[in-house]
């Protein structure tokens, strides 16, 4: 009997541990009935505070660590969604930012809307600290000032708040700050900026969807191009029958206003804002062929887009040559996924990523390109696996810029020709493992590199032209 009430005890005591460092990192939600036009979700109380920061991450990266109550900032767009793939990973649970639409119904009070300047009053004073009364330049802690119609705190001034949704290349914050007149934290005014940017009055807030989860991932089968760009959007699987799309015949197929335009009239689409979209081949190791005429496009092209699965899929250009057009383009985007994957024949890139976050690309191939093999510019934590380059020709074949954390891994580099096999330019670790590179044929170094930690090891350089030598030191 003592052994059993002692292990109830102990049972006991690790729950409420458990529960309380739980409730130390998780954000108090507010229910918001829907309208219709916005789907009912929940949103947090208050501002994201540092303490929930610091448990969740283990630092805490605000220019005023004044405490755990306060406002967490200095995080930029991508640093937010790392928090929240961490809080989703603790939890169980599908936190996200709350997109533009669902911001604003909930800081003008949802259904209990009185029709507002401010969230919560047409007096500024009674719900927000703005520049006007806070003459110490300093943020507040959270829901120290009157809430809004459904409860809400600090939707109007203390800090800015980040957004999912974009503006062309940048995202979307609301709410004006502690450091900004009136006017700027409306219910009504709106700004913008890059997604890489972090400010000293700038934090977020977090939605819950209704029903502890994600909006239901719908899965599509097509089998043409029409029904293929119909498709298209967040929060969807789509599986593409084996056989090839030539993007052209999709021509005359309705677009989401905004978020799916071709940029090309014979061929090539761009996709801006989506969220958690799967294209992938119906079936298992067979090819479905995505394939556009225009030498100077990009058979897909992603803006502002996050958690993007392409995989099973051929794409590349009926038109080979010189030209300057790529496979894939990816800007401004975070969480991409290739595997599986063929691209041939552009012009300029097999892949382009350009300030994008977190990417991996494994079992994938690049060849007949023939400028580049890819170009990665500004990025953070790109790795590639188990893929093979080759047959690629001219300039310099993997072009890395300003990158950090790059890693290539048991990956195969052969029957190329280009000026540079690898320019690395002011980038910050970069490991390349377990490479073969071969029959590199082209006049100049093959390397370039003036960036600090770009490391090769355990890679094998055979039958490569003019700098053979130069290689060896790199094994």
Same mark, same amino acid.
């Given at each position: 009997m003592r052994?059993?009430?002692?292990?109830?005890? @102990?049972?006991?005591?690790?729950?409420?541990?458990?529960a309380q460092?739980?409730?130390?990192?998780?954000p108090?939600?507010?229910s !918001?009935q829907?309208?219709g036009?916005?789907?009912?979700?929940?949103?947090?109380k208050y501002e !994201?505070?540092?303490?929930?920061?610091?448990?969740?991450?283990?630092d805490n990266?605000s220019?005023y660590k @004044?405490?755990?109550?306060?406002?967490?900032?200095? !995080?930029?767009?991508?640093?937010v969604q790392k928090?929240?793939? /961490?809080?989703?990973?603790?939890?169980? /649970?599908k936190? &996200?930012?709350?997109?533009e639409a669902?911001?604003?119904?909930?800081a003008?009070g949802?259904?209990k809307?009185?029709?507002y300047?401010?969230?919560?009053s047409?007096n500024?004073e009674?719900?927000a600290?703005?520049?006007?009364?806070?003459s110490n330049?300093?943020l507040r802690?959270?829901g120290?000032?009157?809430? $809004?119609?459904?409860?809400i705190?600090?939707?109007s001034?203390?800090v800015w708040e980040?957004c999912?949704? $974009?503006?062309d290349?940048?995202?979307?914050?609301?709410g004006? =700050?502690?450091k900004?007149?009136?006017?700027?934290? +409306?219910?009504?005014? &709106?700004n913008?900026?890059?997604? /890489? +940017?972090?400010y000293?009055?700038?934090g977020? &807030?977090?939605?819950?969807?209704?029903?502890?989860g +994600?909006?239901?991932?719908?899965?599509?089968?097509?089998?043409?191009?029409?029904?293929?760009i119909?498709?298209l959007? %967040?929060?969807r699987?789509?599986?593409?029958k084996?056989?090839k799309y030539r993007l @052209?015949?999709?021509?005359g197929?309705?677009?989401?206003?905004?978020?799916?335009w071709?940029t %090309?009239?014979e061929?090539g689409?761009?996709?801006?804002g989506f969220?958690?979209?799967?294209?992938? %081949?119906?079936k298992?190791?067979? *090819?479905a062929e995505?394939?556009?005429?225009d030498?100077?496009?990009?058979?897909l092209?992603?803006?502002?887009?996050?958690?993007? !699965?392409?995989e099973?899929?051929?794409?590349g250009h =009926?038109?080979?040559?010189?030209?300057?057009g790529?496979v894939?383009g990816?800007?401004?985007?975070t969480?991409i996924t290739i595997?599986q994957?063929?691209?041939?024949?552009?012009?300029?890139?097999?892949l382009l990523f350009?300030d994008?976050?977190?990417v991996t690309?494994t079992?994938?191939?690049?060849?007949e390109c023939s400028?580049?093999i890819?170009?990665?510019y500004?990025?953070?934590?790109i790795s590639?696996?188990?893929?093979i380059?080759h047959n690629?020709?001219e300039?310099?074949?993997?072009?890395?810029y300003?990158?950090?954390?790059l890693?290539?891994?048991d990956c195969?580099?052969k029957?190329n020709r280009g000026?540079?096999m *690898?320019?690395?330019?002011?980038?910050?670790v970069?490991?390349l493992r377990s490479?073969? @590179?071969?029959?590199h044929t082209?006049r100049g170094?093959?390397?370039?590199n003036?960036?600090?930690?770009?490391s090769f090891?355990?890679c094998?350089?055979?039958?490569?032209?003019?700098?053979?030598?130069?290689?060896?030191k790199?094994?």
């Open positions: 052994k059993t009430a002692l292990y109830l005890m @102990i049972a006991t005591a690790t729950f409420t541990a458990k460092q739980q409730k130390a990192f998780e108090e939600m507010v !918001v829907g309208n036009k916005v789907h009912s979700f929940n949103i947090g !994201v505070t540092q303490g929930q920061w610091k448990a969740v991450m283990g990266p220019s @004044i405490g755990d109550n306060y406002p967490v900032t200095n !995080v930029s767009w991508y640093d928090f929240i793939k /961490k809080l989703n990973a603790l939890t169980g /649970k936190y &996200r930012l709350p997109t669902e911001w604003t119904y909930a003008k949802g259904n809307s009185k029709g300047a401010y969230s919560g047409n500024i009674d719900v600290w703005y520049s006007g009364n806070s330049s300093v802690p959270v120290k000032k009157a809430p $809004n119609e459904l409860g705190y600090d939707m001034g203390n980040w999912q949704d $974009n503006e290349t940048n995202r979307v914050f609301r004006g =700050s502690w900004e007149d009136a006017l700027y934290c +409306s219910v009504e005014h &709106r913008y900026n890059s997604p /890489k +940017s972090i000293y009055n700038l977020f &807030r977090l939605v819950l969807p209704e029903g502890n +994600s909006p239901s991932v719908l899965t599509i089968s097509v089998s043409n191009v029409k029904e293929f119909t498709a959007g %967040s929060d699987i789509i599986e593409l084996p056989g @052209i015949d999709g021509l197929a309705p677009l989401i206003p905004e978020k799916v071709w %090309s009239n061929g689409l761009a996709l801006s969220s958690n979209l799967t294209i992938r %081949s119906a298992s190791r067979k *090819f995505l394939i556009i005429n030498p100077y496009a990009y058979v092209s992603f803006v502002n887009c996050n958690n993007i !699965v392409i099973g899929i051929k794409a =009926s038109v080979k040559g010189y030209c300057e790529g894939f990816f800007w401004n985007s969480g595997n994957t063929a691209m041939y024949g552009c012009g300029a890139e097999g350009r994008v976050e977190d690309v079992n994938s191939s690049i060849y400028y580049q890819m170009t990665v500004e990025c953070r934590n590639f696996e188990n893929c380059f690629n020709k300039y310099d074949l993997v072009q890395i300003r990158v950090q954390n890693s290539f891994a195969t580099f029957d000026f540079k *690898f320019k690395a330019l002011e980038s910050k970069a490991v490479l073969f @590179i071969g029959n082209e170094e093959s390397i370039e003036n960036s600090p930690n770009v090891f355990d094998t350089f055979k039958n490569n032209a003019e700098d053979h030598d130069r290689f060896k790199y094994k």
